[in-house]
C-alpha cells in the first residue's frame, strides 16, 4: 500500500485500487475509488462549484504503543506504521497503515469509521473472516462492477433521512432501504447520524443501504466507482448547510406555492375545471393552483390538449388569471407507439430501451415507452413541444408525473439509459425530468421555477421539484407513514414537499370513516410545505368505455372539493383555507430559509432542539419552521392528543392560548378540527 499527497488531496494506492479523499467543501470531504485505469468522471449529485477551503495533509510514521494513540481503534494493530491525516474545518479523516478511513470531529470524536475484519482484535493475527471496508467486485465479462461499502454501527446511533419510504420509522436505525424508486418511494441517499455527520452515497445505482445493529453497508448491484461525501457540524443545521451548499439549493419559493391547490383524478373537461374554481371563488375561498390532470390529452407522449374536451386553453388560462389562479398540467413521459412524437423521439435515441426484447414498459391505456430524461437532447425535445402546446398558451406549472418512472415490471437489469444500465444510473431519472423543465422555464426567463414532481433524488431540489408522496392508500395508517415521508424527505435535502391530502386511492366520499379521515389530513395538509387536494375519490363514475380518433379516454372519480362530503365536513375543512392564508408571511420566510441555507421547511424537533435527547425520539410531532410545533392526529375517534414539548423555551397553544413549559410531555384536546399546534414563546404569531 502507498499513501500520497496531491495538492489537497490524499492517494491510498494498493494493488489494483486507488482512493481519493478529498475536500469538498465547509467541514466536508469526498471519498472515490475505482479499480479502473482512470478514475469515473461522473459527479452525480456534487455538481454544485467546491469552494476553496483551508485543508491540510500530514504523513507520518508512527509507534502505536505510544499512550497518545491508545484511543485510535486502529492503533491495535500495528506497532508501528504509516498514518496519513487530512483536516478541512471541523471534520478530520485519518488513514491507518492498512488504508482503512475514520472520521472525526474537531474534538476528537469519533463520527464514524470504516468497518474491517481482517485481523484478531487482541492477538493481532489474521483471521478466517478476512471481511474488508471496500470491495469492488468485477461483473464477469463486462467493464463494470458489484460494490459494497462497509461502515461500523454505534449502539447510540440515531440515523435520519434516505428519502420517502412507505413504513412508520423516521430513525432508520435498524432499515434496509432498496436503494431504488417506486411509485410512493423515493430514494434520496442521504442520512444525518445524533453523532454529528451527515453521509451522501453519491451513486444512482440500484442497490441497498442497510443500517444494521452490527454494520451499516451500503451496495450497488452496477457501478464504476466508489462515491460518497462526509460532512460533519455541531447540529443538524450546519450538517443540512453544508451538504445543500455541495449538492444545490432550492430556489425561492413562488408565491403561489404558499396557498392552496385544488386537484383531483381528473377533471374531464375545460367546462368542468372552470365550473369548480368558478363555485369556489363565488363562496368566498382561496385557491392558488387548479390542476389537470393526466389523460387530458389526445394521446400519451403528444404533449397537447385534446381539442374536444379542452378546446381554448389559452381563454381557460385567462379566466383562471382573472380569478387569481394559476393553472398546473400534468405530463407523463410515457410515448405511445402511435404518437406523432415516437417515431422522431425513437430515431433520435430519446427513448428508454431494453437489453432483451420488446420496449414496452407500460401497456395501461396504450402500449408505451418512457423517453430518455437522462439525455439532454430528450430533455429539450419534451420541454420544446410543452412548451409549444402548453408554455406558450399561458400555463407555467408542470406536473411531471410517474417520474421514478413507474416500470411494470420493474426489470432493472433489462433497462438501459443515454446514462448507462439502469442498474447503474436509474435513480437519477427524475433529475434529468425535472432539470429539463426547469432548464426550458429558465431559458424563457421565468424567474420562479416549480415542477410537481413525482420522485426525487439528492440534487432534485436546484431544479424547483415539489415532491409528493405517490399514489397512497385513503387510510389513517398510510397518513402516519407520510408524516415520516415527509420528514424524511426534508432531512435528505428535498424542502418542498406534500401529499394527497384524505390519500389517493380507496376514499369514498359518502363514507362517515373517511370522512373523518379526510378532515384530519386536510387539517395536517395546512401545516406542510404545500397544501394540495388530491385523490381518486371512489367509485369512478360509471361510463361506458370513450374513445376520441380510435383512442381511449379516461373517466374521472367523484367530487373532491371541499364542499363534496356534507355540510359538517365543509364546516371543518373551510377555515384551514384561511388559516393557510394568516401563514403566508411566515411559510414565506421558511421558503427563504430553505433557499439560503437548506434548512427544510418541516423537521424533526431534533432539528431546533439538538441538545433535547428526549426531542430526537419523537416521531408523531414535528417543526415547521423554527416557531411551530405540529402534532397531527393519526388516529380514528380520538378527542386529545398527547405532545412532547422541547426543553428551553416555553410553548403556547395556539387554540386556547395556554402556555406550558418546555420538556414535558402534555395532553391537550383535539375534537374533530383541530390539529394541535404550538408556538414558540415570545413569537407574536396569531393563525387563527
Known amino acids: 500500500m502507498r499513501i500520497t499527497q496531491e495538492n489537497k488531496r490524499l492517494v491510498v494506492e494498493s494493488g489494483g485500487t486507488r482512493l481519493w479523499i478529498d475536500p469538498w467543501g465547509p467541514d466536508s470531504v469526498r471519498v472515490r475509488m475505482t479499480a479502473q485505469q482512470e478514475m469515473d468522471g461522473q459527479d452525480w449529485a456534487l455538481t454544485e462549484p467546491v469552494p476553496d477551503t483551508e485543508s491540510s495533509i500530514t504523513l507520518e510514521t508512527v509507534d502505536t504503543t505510544d499512550p497518545w494513540y491508545q484511543g485510535e481503534e486502529w492503533a491495535r494493530y500495528h506497532q508501528q506504521g504509516t498514518v496519513a491525516t487530512l483536516t478541512n474545518g ?177 377533471y374531464r373537461n375545460q367546462q368542468e375545471l372552470l365550473e369548480v374554481v368558478r ?76 437489453d432483451r426484447g420488446n420496449a414496452i414498459h407500460m401497456d395501461w391505456m396504450g402500449n408505451t415507452t418512457f423517453f430518455d430524461a437522462t439525455h439532454p437532447g430528450a430533455q429539450r425535445y419534451v420541454w420544446e413541444a410543452c412548451k409549444q402546446n402548453y408554455y406558450d398558451k399561458g400555463i407555467r406549472i408542470f406536473w411531471l408525473d410517474e417520474a421514478e418512472p413507474e416500470y411494470g415490471p420493474y426489470d432493472f437489469d433489462n433497462i438501459r439509459y443515454w446514462a448507462g444500465p439502469a442498474l447503474m444510473c436509474s435513480n437519477v431519472y427524475p433529475v434529468g425530468y425535472a432539470k429539463g423543465f426547469y432548464d426550458g422555464l429558465k431559458a424563457q426567463g421565468e424567474e420562479t421555477v416549480l415542477s410537481l414532481v413525482r420522485c426525487a433524488w439528492a440534487g432534485s431540489q436546484k431544479y424547483g421539484a415539489l415532491t409528493w408522496s405517490g399514489d397512497v392508500h385513503s387510510s389513517f395508517r398510510a397518513m402516519r407513514e407520510q408524516l415520516q415521508a415527509g420528514l424524511s424527505m426534508g432531512m435528505a435535502g428535498i424542502p418542498w414537499w406534500c401529499c394527497d391530502l384524505g390519500g389517493f386511492l380507496g376514499g369514498q366520499p359518502d363514507d362517515p370513516a373517511f370522512r373523518e379521515l379526510l378532515c384530519r389530513w386536510f387539517a395536517w395538509g395546512c401545516f406542510c410545505p404545500v397544501f394540495r387536494m388530491h385523490g381518486e375519490r371512489s367509485p369512478w363514475y360509471e361510463r361506458e368505455q370513450e374513445f376520441i380518433n380510435n383512442v381511449r379516454q379516461l373517466t374521472s372519480g367523484q367530487p373532491n372539493e371541499v364542499w363534496s362530503f356534507g355540510e359538517e365536513v365543509y364546516e371543518v375543512l373551510r377555515p384551514y383555507l384561511f388559516i393557510r392564508e394568516k401563514l403566508r408571511p411566515y411559510l414565506r420566510a421558511q421558503m427563504q430559509a430553505a433557499h439560503e441555507s437548506g434548512a427544510p421547511v418541516m423537521r424533526p424537533l431534533f432539528y431546533d432542539f439538538p441538545q433535547d435527547r428526549a426531542a430526537w425520539q419523537v416521531e408523531d410531532s414535528y417543526m415547521l419552521g423554527p416557531d411551530l410545533l405540529v402534532s397531527p392526529v393519526m388516529e380514528a375517534g380520538v378527542t386529545e392528543r398527547s405532545v412532547y414539548l422541547p426543553q428551553g423555551t416555553a410553548w403556547r397553544d395556539a387554540w386556547t392560548g395556554q402556555v406550558y413549559e418546555g420538556g414535558q410531555t402534555v395532553t391537550v384536546p383535539a375534537p374533530i378540527g383541530v390539529i394541535p399546534v404550538m408556538v414558540r414563546d415570545g413569537v407574536e404569531l396569531t393563525i387563527w
Open 90 to 266: 471541523r471534520l478530520r479523516v485519518v488513514v491507518n497503515p492498512e488504508g482503512w478511513l475514520s472520521f472525526y470531529n474537531q474534538r476528537g470524536e469519533l463520527l464514524t469509521a470504516e468497518y474491517w475484519r481482517t485481523r484478531d482484535r487482541i492477538n493481532r493475527y489474521c483471521v478466517p473472516l478476512r471481511v474488508t471496508a471496500r470491495e469492488l467486485k468485477p461483473v464477469i465479462s463486462g467493464t463494470d462492477y458489484e460494490l459494497t461499502a462497509r461502515f461500523e454501527a454505534f449502539d447510540d446511533e440515531h440515523l435520519y433521512g434516505m428519502g420517502q419510504y412507505q413504513h412508520r420509522h423516521l430513525d432508520k436505525k435498524g432499515a434496509t432501504l432498496e436503494l431504488a424508486h417506486r411509485n410512493s418511494q423515493s430514494s434520496v441517499p442521504f442520512v444525518v447520524s445524533s453523532r454529528g455527520y451527515g453521509f451522501l452515497w453519491n451513486n444512482p445505482a440500484i442497490g441497498t443501504a442497510t443500517f444494521g445493529t452490527n454494520v451499516t453497508e451500503w451496495t450497488a448491484r452496477r457501478t464504476k466507482k466508489l462515491d460518497y461525501f462526509i460532512t460533519c457540524g455541531d447540529s443538524p443545521a450546519d450538517i443540512e448547510r453544508n451538504y445543500s451548499l455541495m449538492t444545490g439549493r432550492a430556489p425561492m419559493m413562488p408565491e403561489y406555492g404558499l396557498g392552496y391547490w385544488q386537484c383531483k383524478l381528473r
Open 279 to 354: 363555485e369556489h371563488k363565488r363562496r368566498g375561498l382561496p385557491m392558488d393552483v387548479v390542476v389537470v390532470d393526466f389523460f387530458h390529452w389526445t394521446m400519451q407522449g403528444d404533449f397537447r390538449f385534446e381539442p374536444r374536451d379542452w378546446p381554448d386553453p389559452e381563454g381557460m388560462v385567462r379566466e383562471l388569471k382573472d380569478m387569481g389562479v394559476e393553472l398546473a398540467v400534468s405530463v407523463w413521459p410515457t410515448v405511445d407507439q402511435r404518437s406523432r412524437n415516437y417515431g422522431p423521439m425513437a430515431d433520435r435515441g430519446y427513448l428508454v430501451t431494453s
